[in-house]
T-cell receptor, first 111, second 116 residues
Framework: DAMVIQNPRYQVTQFGKPVTLSCSQT?????MYWYQQKSSQAPKLLFH???????NEADTPDNFQSRRPNTSFCFLDIRSPGLGDAAMYLC??????????FGPGTRLTVL | AQSVTQPDIHITVSEGASLELRCNYS??????LFWYVQSPGQGLQLLLK??????LVQGIKGFEAEFKRSQSSFNLRKPSVHWSDAAEYFC??????????????FGKGTSLLVTP
C-alpha cells in the first residue's frame, strides 16, 4: 500500500544534541509537510516543500531546518533541541496541495 | 482571521449511541474542509473531506459530515458509536489558494470517550 513512513517512531536526545527525523513516501506526492504537535494540542505547521521550493512558516524557530534530497524523502533537523521541543513530529504529503496524508509520527523526548 | 472552532473539548457517549461532533469555520470564502482522527500516539487518519458539491459527505468507518454554508459548519456524525471510535477528532480547513502548500488550519480537537 502507498504510504507515508516516519523513522524512528520514538527518538530520545539530549538537550542541545542535534537530531534528525526522517520521512519517506511512496505516494509520489509533490508536496511534503512537517508539523509539530505538542501534548493535547492541534498540529502546527513548521514548513513545507512544494516540489523543491521550501516554504517556512513565519513563526518557525531557526533551530528547525529541513532537507528534501528527492521526491520521496524529507528530513527534519533540530540543531539544538531544547526541552520545549519535545513533541510529536508529523510528516504529511499531498499532491499539489490537495488532501494531506499523514505518517504515524515521531515522538521526540529531550532529556 | 481565518479560524476553525471545535466547541467541545471532551465528549462522552455510550457505545451504540449516536454521535455528533461540531465544527465551525470562519473564512472569507468557503474553504476545503476535513475531519481527521488520531488515536493515542498515532498519526492523523483522514475520515472525510468536502471540496464542493453534495453537502452530505460519506467517509470511512461509518462517519459522515454535513456542510452547512448558512451556519459555517461542518459537523461530523455517526449513527452508532463503537468502543474503537474513542480517539481525538480534528476538524481542519484549507484556503484553496492555487499553487500554494495549502497549510491545514486545525481546530483544537475534540476528545471522544466511549463508555460501555
Amino acid at each position: 500500500d502507498a504510504m507515508v513512513i516516519q523513522n524512528p517512531r520514538y527518538q530520545v536526545t539530549q538537550f542541545g544534541k542535534p537530531v534528525t527525523l526522517s520521512c519517506s513516501q511512496t505516494l509520489n506526492h509533490n508536496v511534503m509537510y512537517w508539523y509539530q504537535q505538542k501534548s493535547s494540542q492541534a498540529p502546527k505547521l513548521l514548513f513545507h516543500y512544494y516540489d523543491k521550493d521550501f516554504n517556512n512558516e513565519a513563526d518557525t524557530p531557526d533551530n528547525f531546518q529541513s532537507r528534501r534530497p528527492n521526491t520521496s524523502f524529507c528530513f527534519l533537523d533540530i540543531r539544538s533541541p531544547g526541552l520545549g521541543d519535545a513533541a510529536m513530529y508529523l510528516c504529511a504529503t499531498s499532491r499539489d496541495g490537495d488532501t494531506q496524508y499523514f505518517g504515524p509520527g515521531t515522538r521526540l523526548t529531550v532529556l | 482571521a481565518q479560524s476553525v472552532t471545535q466547541p467541545d473539548i471532551h465528549i462522552t457517549v455510550s457505545e451504540g449511541a449516536s454521535l455528533e461532533l461540531r465544527c465551525n469555520y470562519s473564512y472569507g470564502a468557503t474553504p476545503y474542509l476535513f475531519w481527521y482522527v488520531q488515536s493515542p500516539g498515532q498519526g492523523l487518519q483522514l475520515l472525510l473531506k468536502y471540496f464542493s458539491g453534495d453537502t452530505l459527505v460519506q467517509g470511512i468507518k461509518g462517519f459522515e459530515a454535513e456542510f452547512k454554508r448558512s451556519q459555517s459548519s461542518f459537523n461530523l456524525r455517526k449513527p452508532s458509536v463503537h468502543w474503537s471510535d474513542a480517539a481525538e477528532y480534528f476538524c481542519a480547513a484549507v484556503d484553496g489558494v492555487p499553487n500554494s502548500g495549502y497549510a491545514l488550519n486545525f481546530g483544537k480537537g475534540t476528545s471522544l470517550l466511549v463508555t460501555p
